[in-house]
Structure formats: C-alpha cells, structure tokens
C-alpha cells in the first residue's frame, strides 16, 4: 500500500484584486441605477402634473371641525364638509403654518381669493391651532372656510402626497385638477387659474376675471 497521500481537488484561482473590487461594487451600482430610475420617473417633468386616480371622481367625504378661533371679517370661519363643495366651483388647498413652501404660495393665494365666482377653501394639515391661528394672521387668511385634519385621515383619502397641494372641485362635487407643490406666479396664472375658469364654464358660470 503507497503512504502517498490522496489527490486534492485543486483551489479555485483567487480573484484578482480588480475583478474582486467589482464584485464588491456591484451591488452599490445595482442600487444606485434602481435610485436614479425612480427618481426620474418620479420627478421628471412637471410635478403640478402628477396624476391623481381621484381625478374625475366626486370628493371623498369631508367633515372636518373648524379652526378653533379663527374669524374672518369678525365672523368665525366654518369647518369643510362635503356639502359645503356643492353648487359651486371650489378650490381646495391642503397647507400647514409648519410647512416653508406654503409660506411660499401662500401670497398667491391671498390674491387667488380676490377673485369671484369660487371658493377657495383650506385643509389645515397635522398642525397646531395656535400656530396655524397665528400663520393665517400674520400672512392673511384667504379661506372661507378651514377644516382640520389633525391626523391626517381626510389629506389620506384625497390622496395628497404632501403640502402643499390643491384641488379644484366642480360644482357637481367631482375633482377636476389637482395641483402638487407650492403655487407660482407662473403656476397661478398658467396652470391653476385655467383650470378654475374650465371649471367654472363647464358649469355654466361665467370665466373669472384675472386678478
């Protein structure tokens, strides 16, 4: 018998040191297209553009309290329900006194509320009263009426991705365009008022006037 020693399967090459800082990167790159593909299809083009599978549909049900203490002309302002969207065009806006881009547009809507022959409305979103009391003081409070959405269920059930966004409701009470993110010049006068007066001739109310 040979003390020989039994034959071994012979090693694997090791990896060179390039094709072994590949397979390490790899991952990292697989990663980084999927992020960039999203971010591209997610943002890519107008984002006041993004369509909502609500468009088209009536509201869903409103029935938020009022903003405790807010007045408008010495008269206090009415919570959102869903009657209060019938028989006339509204325009719905979703803001928080916390969130930056709605101190942005919000002068857009102040001048937005100067105009006749709709409604402009305001969904108080996950805010403190106080605060959003004292935001609508400070810069103006173009709303006819406030509801709040402590929690966040009604932004939810209108599909908001976050605020600021706005809605333009019919007066049979479907939505009929929504708007994501903060309200420009250029947004206001291109896109949003459009919208409201199509809104408006489509029921049969005369155009808005320019502000």
């Not at 960039?36 to 938020?64: E, I, K, Q």
């Not at 805010?127 to 935001?135: G, I, Q, S």
Request: charged share 20%.
């Amino acid at each position: 018998m040979s003390d020989a020693p039994p034959p071994q399967a012979p090693l694997p090459d090791a990896p060179r040191p390039g094709r072994r800082r590949l397979l390490v990167l790899l991952p990292l790159v697989l990663f980084l297209a999927l992020a960039a593909l999203f971010y591209g299809r997610l943002f890519s083009g107008d984002p006041s553009r993004v369509p909502s599978a609500l468009l088209g549909r009536a509201a869903p049900t409103l029935a938020l309290a009022p903003l405790d203490g807010l007045t408008r002309d010495g008269t206090p302002v009415p919570g959102l329900t869903t009657a209060a969207l019938a028989g006339e065009v509204t325009v719905l806006n979703v803001f928080a006194s916390w969130c930056v881009p709605c101190r942005d547009e919000h002068p857009f809507l102040v001048q937005l509320s100067q105009m006749k022959g709709f409604r402009l409305v305001g969904l108080n979103y996950k805010d403190d009263a106080e605060n959003a009391r004292r935001f609508l003081g400070r810069f103006g409070n173009p709303y006819s009426a406030v509801g709040v959405d402590p929690n966040g269920r009604a932004a939810i059930d209108w599909g908001v991705y976050g605020v600021p966004e706005t809605f333009v409701v019919g007066r049979d009470g479907r939505i009929l365009y929504k708007y994501i993110g903060p309200i420009d010049a250029e947004g206001l006068t291109a896109r949003l008022i459009p919208e409201i007066e199509k809104a408006m001739a489509a029921n049969g109310a005369p155009a808005a006037p320019a502000p």
